[in-house]
């Protein structure tokens, strides 16, 4: 008789086995993700297989703005409308003051020799849903690669800066919000030009200034707008305002908390912004002093 | 007591695979729903509560393989580091397969009050991964979820029950 075991019996590894197995094998993944980055296709491929589900989910706060977009009042759309109209001429009188600047600034540019860099490309996009995680300032965009969306492009609404694209798939791309806590934007003060550099907050949805000596001239009330320095972001996009000043002479530099002015936590429409990046390569390094000590040492 | 025993072996009938994947993709979608930022906290992983539920009703058909891919689909899902949630969800399915005989045995309440502190373990090893890799610690509201899905166990076990309920076996009724 051989011993053939009912199948009540076959366990396959103890469990303890199976857990080792698993665990080691997400470490060995949160470890090569981490340093390595080698799973970018992978994470594409299995972001494929969920986009499905991504949309459904989304479904129904879609269906909701349709339905609520049927039953509109005709009252409303004249309310609307008037409102439109005003705002139209309003803009139509800006927009040819604009025109005029524009063309100003690029003659006065041409005679400076200086490229203009303010591009024009712009895709509008809407947002799928923000990440279920309070750790990550990170939205959903339902523009890919597919609609040529490219990966450190701009991402603004009406009011200002939101953030940039940092990963993309093929219909649908991931976009860091200023506010997240690894993401830094150079930016200025649009009262006296003074540049900074503005990193986000994490989870309170805040801004912060960082490196500003205690007496550098930072108000409450300050506008802050993209300086163009990083080449990521073209100049003058308005991103915070200084909502807090704090100067503690115990401490090396000034705590300037700011708040964006996009409204970052709550929109869904969002527009990309193209850039070309003519940012004049960085002349060379010079090199190392270590290293010019070793070699000096070497004779 | 003898009634409440007899009610949980309520003949029921054998659950199928394809309502197991069902289940899971429901929680999936739960999970990306996009809910409002002022209530987002206190959302449970429902994928996490899903997992355990089978892990402790099904030990034998569903286990550490489909846990573990499960993790990796939340990771891409919310664009963090491959492997976090995979490897918490790891740590969850052991803990419902080790666990399945005993925590059955109880009434809905102890049930409950072990369902939250693996669900906690959940939470607490993606924090562990975070907090290694970098990042400021959330805030004591992050845990929140958990208790809500606690909480949510009963709703979750009749509701993963149900289909098999549905047809009671002929010879025991």
């Given at each position: 008789?051989?011993?053939?075991?009912?199948?009540?019996?076959?366990?396959?590894?103890?469990?303890?086995?199976?857990?080792?197995?698993?665990?080691?094998?997400?470490?060995?993944?949160?470890?090569?993700?981490?340093?390595?980055?080698?799973?970018?296709?992978?994470?594409?491929?299995?972001?494929?297989?969920?986009?499905?589900?991504?949309?459904?989910?989304?479904?129904?706060?879609?269906?909701?703005?349709?339905?609520?977009?049927?039953?509109?009042?005709?009252?409303?759309?004249?309310?609307?409308?008037?409102?439109?109209?005003?705002?139209?001429?309003?803009?139509?009188?800006?927009?040819?003051?604009?025109?005029?600047?524009?063309?100003?600034?690029?003659?006065?540019?041409?005679?400076?020799?200086?490229?203009?860099?303010?591009?024009?490309?712009?895709?509008?996009?809407?947002?799928?849903?923000?990440?279920?995680?309070?750790?990550?300032?990170?939205?959903?965009?339902?523009?890919?690669?597919?609609?040529?969306?490219?990966?450190?492009?701009?991402?603004?609404?009406?009011?200002?800066?939101?953030?940039?694209?940092?990963?993309?798939?093929?219909?649908?791309?991931?976009?860091?919000?200023?506010?997240?806590?690894?993401?830094?934007?150079?930016?200025?003060?649009?009262?006296?030009?003074?540049?900074?550099?503005?990193?986000?907050?994490?989870?309170?949805?805040?801004?912060?200034?960082?490196?500003?000596?205690?007496?550098?001239?930072?108000?409450?009330?300050?506008?802050?707008?993209?300086?163009?320095?990083?080449?990521?972001?073209?100049?003058?996009?308005?991103?915070?305002?200084?909502?807090?000043?704090?100067?503690?002479?115990?401490?090396?530099?000034?705590?300037?908390?700011?708040?964006?002015?996009?409204?970052?936590?709550?929109?869904?429409?969002?527009?990309?912004?193209?850039?070309?990046?003519?940012?004049?390569?960085?002349?060379?390094?010079?090199?190392?002093?270590?290293?010019?000590?070793?070699?000096?040492?070497?004779? | 007591?003898?009634?409440?025993?007899?009610?949980?072996?309520?003949?029921?009938?054998?659950?199928?695979?394809?309502?197991?994947?069902?289940?899971?993709?429901?929680?999936?979608?739960?999970?990306?729903?996009?809910w409002p930022q002022s209530i987002i906290k206190v959302v449970p992983?429902?994928?996490?509560?899903?997992?355990?539920?089978?892990?402790?009703?099904?030990?034998?058909?569903?286990?550490?393989?489909?846990?573990?891919?499960?993790?990796?689909?939340?990771?891409?899902?919310?664009?963090?580091?491959?492997?976090?949630?995979?490897?918490?969800?790891?740590?969850?399915?052991?803990?419902?397969?080790?666990?399945?005989?005993?925590?059955?045995?109880?009434?809905?309440?102890?049930?409950?009050?072990?369902?939250?502190?693996?669900?906690?373990?959940?939470?607490?090893?993606?924090?562990?991964?975070?907090?290694?890799?970098?990042?400021?610690?959330?805030?004591?509201s992050?845990?929140a979820g958990?208790?809500v899905?606690?909480?949510?166990?009963?709703?979750?076990?009749?509701?993963?029950?149900?289909?098999?309920?549905?047809?009671?076996?002929?010879?025991?009724?």
């Amino acid at each position: 008789m051989e011993q053939i075991l009912p199948p009540f019996f076959k366990h396959g590894p103890a469990p303890l086995v199976r857990l080792l197995l698993c665990s080691l094998l997400s470490i060995a993944l949160l470890i090569t993700d981490a340093r390595y980055k080698y799973l970018g296709g992978t994470r594409q491929v299995i972001a494929l297989t969920l986009y499905p589900l991504q949309r459904l989910a989304n479904a129904p706060g879609v269906l909701a703005v349709h339905l609520s977009e049927f039953f509109i009042t005709r009252g409303m759309l004249r309310t609307e409308n008037d409102r439109l109209a005003e705002q139209h001429l309003h803009d139509a009188a800006t927009l040819q003051k604009y025109r005029a600047l524009e063309l100003e600034n690029a003659h006065l540019r041409e005679l400076l020799g200086i490229r203009g860099h303010y591009s024009t490309g712009i895709a509008a996009a809407e947002i799928v849903y923000s990440e279920h995680d309070p750790f990550i300032k990170k939205i959903v965009i339902d523009k890919g690669a597919q609609q040529q969306i490219k990966a450190g492009q701009p991402v603004i609404d009406q009011a200002g800066l939101i953030g940039q694209v940092t990963r993309l798939y093929p219909w649908l791309a991931e976009v860091t919000l200023i506010t997240d806590k690894q993401h830094m934007v150079s930016v200025q003060n649009l009262r006296n030009s003074q540049r900074a550099v503005l990193a986000g907050h994490g989870a309170d949805g805040q801004l912060e200034l960082k490196f500003i000596p205690l007496n550098a001239d930072f108000q409450v009330g300050d506008q802050l707008v993209t300086s163009g320095i990083d080449g990521i972001y073209p100049a003058g996009l308005p991103v915070a305002v200084v909502v807090d000043v704090e100067r503690n002479p115990a401490e090396l530099f000034a705590r300037i908390i700011c708040k964006p002015l996009a409204g970052v936590a709550n929109h869904t429409q969002v527009l990309i912004l193209d850039i070309d990046n003519t940012t004049p390569p960085r002349p060379p390094q010079e090199e190392n002093p270590d290293s010019v000590k070793k070699k000096n040492k070497d004779k | 007591m003898s009634q409440r025993t007899a009610k949980s072996r309520e003949v029921i009938t054998p659950v199928r695979t394809t309502f197991i994947i069902a289940s899971l993709l429901i929680a999936l979608l739960m999970n990306l729903l996009p809910w409002p930022q002022s209530i987002i906290k206190v959302v449970p992983d429902f994928v996490s509560l899903t997992v355990l539920y089978w892990c402790l009703h099904q030990p034998r058909r569903f286990g550490f393989t489909a846990a573990w891919l499960l993790g990796l689909l939340m990771d891409v899902a919310n664009g963090t580091l491959f492997g976090q949630h995979a490897l918490a969800y790891s740590v969850l399915a052991y803990a419902g397969i080790v666990l399945h005989r005993r925590v059955l045995r109880f009434t809905m309440r102890d049930q409950i009050l072990h369902v939250i502190p693996l669900l906690l373990m959940t939470d607490l090893i993606v924090l562990a991964v975070r907090i290694i890799v970098g990042t400021e610690l959330p805030g004591i509201s992050y845990f929140a979820g958990s208790f809500v899905g606690g909480l949510l166990w009963p709703a979750a076990s009749y509701l993963l029950t149900l289909p098999q309920r549905l047809k009671p076996h002929s010879e025991y009724v």
